[in-house]
């Protein structure tokens, strides 16, 4: 079973730029789909940025043209890069990789708080 572990979060600035990491330890290859989630206080979890194993991506609306998912299998690492960040995007990031012999496993979360 694949394990996740998130870094990269932080404290920016409106407009600033941040890259999250995703380390997933296990069988790598097996990830039908990794992605990136979050949760801001008072709201549901929502989906920003998933990567398929073929490398197809798809974006959340209002991250598109802003945020960039990629991955790389020799590390074993899933990104976010994030630009132009604004305040709304504040909130607890989540690392998801799917797999369909074990489902959906979530990563521990990390902060990313963007100031205004």
């Known amino acids: 079973q694949v394990q996740l572990v998130e870094s990269g979060g932080g404290l920016v600035q409106t407009g600033g730029s941040l890259r999250l990491s995703c380390v997933a330890s296990?069988?790598?290859?097996?990830?039908?789909?990794a992605g990136w989630y979050r949760q801001a206080p008072g709201k549901q979890r929502e989906m920003v940025a998933l990567?398929?194993?073929?490398?197809?991506?798809y974006y959340a609306d209002s991250v598109e043209g802003r945020f960039t998912i990629s991955k790389d299998n020799a590390k074993n690492t899933v990104y976010l890069q994030m630009n132009d960040l604004k305040p709304e995007d504040t909130a607890v990031y989540y690392c998801s990789a799917f797999t369909q012999a074990h489902g959906t496993t979530w990563g521990q979360g990390t902060q990313v708080t963007v100031s205004s």
């Open positions: 296990g069988n790598f290859e097996s990830i039908n789909y």
């Open positions: 990567i398929s194993n073929v490398r197809s991506t």
